[in-house]
């Protein structure tokens, strides 16, 4: 069984489309991320969140908006997208938001915005 | 913030030669991890280093952690085929409670 997995895995829409990442963990972890993956392989994280509430909130537009309805689910929903949007996004979760912790990541959501 | 930079960028070798890659940092870290990016795959955890000069092996991997913790090493003895992709290192400092991911060393090895 996949422990971090999320839908869609590829992804092609058009500019100013909107559109939603989801993502489920059945780990039992405590917190998720999302993260953002650029051409060059740089990985950023975009947000975090514990127990269903937001932790971290990097400086990412606020067309960019997370949402946790339960601690294994946090799904990403994007509005008016952009070409700079292209990117993979990475789901991920940690036992919780603790520094030590592994972080174990989903498969990736190829996001290419023509 | 805290940033903790990596280098190489890119490494590219021939099978059999050996590979290193470093991460450093302005601050003190409290622990720093590894993790292997297959190409089109997702990272994957390889180890945590916490203790001072703190040493590590699996296999071909060699893992250190700096005597004053603001830097790291992974190296790779005898690279093989299996070993290319790309290499992150992520660290947190005392006061922080966040990991923070350098911008990784992809490596490539040719046959």
């Known amino acids: 069984d996949t422990a971090v997995s999320q839908t869609p895995k590829y992804l092609v829409t058009q500019m100013g489309n909107d559109k939603s990442i989801k993502c489920e963990q059945n780990l039992g972890h405590d917190t998720m991320y999302w993260y953002k993956q650029d051409s060059k392989k740089f990985l950023k994280i975009m947000f975090s969140?514990?127990?269903?509430?937001?932790?971290i909130n990097e400086t990412v537009p606020n067309r960019f908006s997370p949402k946790s309805p339960d601690k294994a689910h946090l799904n990403l929903h994007i509005n008016s997208l952009e070409l700079g949007d292209s990117a993979v996004y990475f789901c991920a979760s940690s036992q919780d938001q603790g520094k030590w912790n592994t972080i174990y990541f989903g498969e990736g959501s190829w996001l290419t915005v023509v | 913030g805290q940033q903790v930079m990596q280098i190489p960028q890119y490494q590219h070798v021939q099978e059999g030669e050996d590979f290193t890659t470093y991460c450093n940092s302005s601050t003190t870290l409290s622990n720093i991890q590894w993790y292997k990016q297959r190409p089109g795959g997702h990272p994957v955890f390889l180890i945590q280093l916490v203790k001072s000069g703190e040493v590590k092996k699996q296999k071909r991997l060699t893992f250190q952690f700096g005597e004053a913790k603001k830097n790291s090493s992974l190296h790779i003895t005898a690279t093989q085929t299996t070993d290319v992709g790309t290499y992150f290192c992520?660290?947190?400092?005392?006061?922080?409670?966040?990991?923070?991911f350098g911008k990784g060393t992809s490596l490539l090895v040719t046959p």
């Open positions: 969140y514990n127990n269903k509430e937001l932790i």
């Open positions: 992520a660290g947190s400092s005392n006061s922080g409670y966040a990991l923070n």
